[in-house]
């Protein structure tokens, strides 16, 4: 048994409404865990010192993310600033270059990808596939996925492929019928691209056949919902009890009713707004309401390239009129319940030591200074 005492915290979050902080707090952790919560000056003695010197948090909890692809799309974010409009039709591209990249150099971008997201301040990451959209591709990527995270989603139904184009509905078939099969080996998840808005992606009733199928074949659900314009996607994802609903740029006040009280958390991926210049979604009205909110990064090639949860939480609090509390809170708790993770995203005696510091005295600071590296994870 190897311990550590953590000291020289200036702000604990524990984000546990049961462990009491006091003041000069300090934790000990043992094996991987939190053993014990209390004043520095009672701290029992441990193998090892820490000192944190600055705010320690859970570390962040990114629920969406789209790692495993090979390409670059940094032209089409270009046009976007200067007009052009983002539908999803990109997602072909990164298709072609990841299904030519080999294996060695997928799993090298996916390292690389997690490695600047720890360093950053990240603990579990949820990691799609969708870049593949074949049997082979999808597989690999899933594949891939999981020697990074257990927390691996299903994505075949991110668009319709090039060479379905003419055959929609073949496709789905194809999506629910091997592509599925051999893909809940690997994933926990499937999620689907609802979006009536794109002619890409997918309208509800196709988004409920695949999300059905996908629960018959053991797999949980998450939506992709209501990016482009108002559509089925939160409402689906209610009426299916799916984990999470994601983008939620667009949501009626029906979509916002049908979320109150229900266990389908919204998460909001704020640097998908500010990298396709759409609308920021109502956060505020949100949690004013009574809506679990969670904020991930989405990480992907087309419609957020960063991996960075500081930068989000900066974003939802400028522009979707979060405060920086509950900005923390959605990025770490609330992406631990979008993940329906309840040992994440939290500190408390017993949880696994998924500790993030702040060089900052307290948390306010990750949205006032926004761009500074402030985080980093701790152990
Ligand atoms: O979450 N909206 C669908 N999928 C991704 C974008 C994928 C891409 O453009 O490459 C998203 O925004
Ligand atoms: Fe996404």
Request: charged share 20%.
């Given at each position: 048994?190897?311990?550590?005492?953590?000291?020289?915290?200036?702000?604990?979050?524990?984000?546990?409404?049961?462990?009491?902080?006091?003041?000069?707090?300090?934790?000990?952790?043992?094996?991987?865990?939190?053993?014990?919560?209390?004043?520095?000056?009672?701290?029992?003695?441990?193998?090892?010192?820490?000192?944190?010197?600055?705010?320690?948090?859970?570390?962040?909890?990114?629920?969406?993310?789209?790692?495993?692809?090979?390409?670059?799309?940094?032209?089409?974010?270009?046009?976007?600033?200067?007009?052009?409009?983002?539908?999803?039709?990109?997602i072909?591209?990164?298709?072609?270059?990841?299904?030519?990249?080999?294996?060695?150099?997928?799993?090298?971008?996916?390292?690389?990808?997690?490695?600047?997201?720890?360093?950053?301040g990240?603990?579990?990451?949820?990691?799609?596939?969708?870049?593949?959209?074949?049997?082979?591709?999808?597989?690999?990527?899933?594949?891939i996925?999981?020697?990074?995270?257990?927390?691996?989603?299903?994505?075949g139904?991110?668009?319709?492929?090039?060479?379905?184009?003419?055959?929609?509905?073949?496709?789905?078939?194809?999506?629910?019928?091997?592509?599925?099969?051999?893909?809940?080996?690997?994933?926990?998840?499937?999620?689907?691209?609802?979006?009536?808005?794109?002619?890409?992606?997918?309208?509800?009733?196709?988004?409920?056949?695949?999300?059905l199928?996908?629960?018959?074949?053991?797999?949980?659900?998450?939506?992709?919902?209501?990016?482009?314009?108002?559509?089925p996607?939160?409402?689906?994802?209610?009426e299916?009890?799916?984990?999470?609903?994601?983008?939620?740029?667009?949501?009626?006040?029906?979509?916002?009713?049908?979320?109150?009280?229900?266990?389908?958390?919204?998460?909001?991926?704020?640097?998908?707004?500010?990298?396709?210049?759409?609308?920021?979604?109502?956060?505020?009205?949100?949690i004013?309401?009574?809506?679990?909110?969670?904020?991930?990064?989405?990480?992907?090639?087309?419609?957020?390239?960063?991996?960075?949860?500081?930068?989000?939480?900066?974003l939802?609090?400028?522009?979707?009129?979060?405060?920086?509390?509950?900005?923390?809170?959605?990025?770490?708790r609330?992406?631990?319940?979008?993940?329906?993770?309840?040992?994440?995203?939290?500190?408390?005696?017993?949880?696994?030591?998924?500790?993030?510091?702040?060089d900052?005295?307290?948390?306010?600071?990750?949205?006032?200074?926004?761009?500074?590296?402030?985080?980093?994870?701790?152990?």
């Amino acid at each position: 048994m190897s311990s550590t005492l953590i000291t020289g915290i200036t702000e604990l979050i524990t984000n546990d409404p049961d462990t009491e902080v006091p003041p000069d707090p300090a934790l000990i952790v043992t094996d991987g865990r939190v053993s014990w919560i209390g004043s520095a000056d009672r701290a029992p003695a441990a193998d090892t010192a820490l000192p944190a010197e600055g705010t320690v948090l859970p570390a962040f909890v990114d629920s969406h993310s789209h790692l495993v692809f090979d390409g670059d799309r940094s032209v089409e974010f270009t046009a976007r600033m200067i007009g052009a409009r983002y539908d999803g039709g990109g997602i072909a591209t990164t298709v072609e270059a990841t299904r030519a990249a080999t294996d060695e150099r997928l799993r090298a971008l996916v390292e690389a990808r997690v490695a600047e997201m720890r360093r950053q301040g990240t603990g579990v990451v949820e990691i799609k596939s969708g870049y593949g959209l074949n049997t082979p591709d999808e597989l690999r990527s899933l594949r891939i996925a999981a020697e990074f995270t257990s927390e691996v989603t299903f994505l075949g139904a991110h668009v319709v492929p090039v060479e379905y184009r003419s055959d929609r509905a073949g496709y789905v078939d194809f999506v629910i019928g091997e592509m599925l099969q051999r893909a809940a080996e690997y994933a926990r998840w499937i999620d689907v691209f609802c979006e009536p808005n794109s002619p890409h992606a997918f309208t509800g009733e196709e988004s409920r056949e695949i999300l059905l199928a996908g629960r018959a074949a053991g797999l949980e659900l998450r939506v992709h919902g209501n990016q482009l314009g108002h559509g089925p996607g939160a409402q689906l994802a209610v009426e299916l009890d799916a984990a999470s609903v994601d983008h939620c740029t667009y949501l009626s006040d029906a979509d916002i009713d049908a979320l109150v009280g229900s266990a389908t958390v919204a998460t909001v991926l704020p640097g998908v707004e500010f990298s396709t210049h759409s609308p920021y979604p109502d956060a505020r009205k949100l949690i004013d309401s009574g809506v679990t909110v969670a904020i991930a990064s989405d990480c992907n090639p087309g419609t957020c390239y960063s991996t960075s949860i500081p930068f989000m939480i900066s974003l939802a609090v400028r522009e979707m009129g979060m405060t920086p509390t509950e900005a923390v809170w959605a990025a770490t708790r609330g992406s631990a319940l979008s993940l329906r993770r309840d040992d994440l995203g939290v500190i408390k005696v017993g949880s696994p030591a998924e500790l993030t510091v702040l060089d900052a005295p307290n948390h306010l600071h990750l949205a006032y200074r926004p761009g500074v590296p402030l985080a980093r994870r701790l152990l």
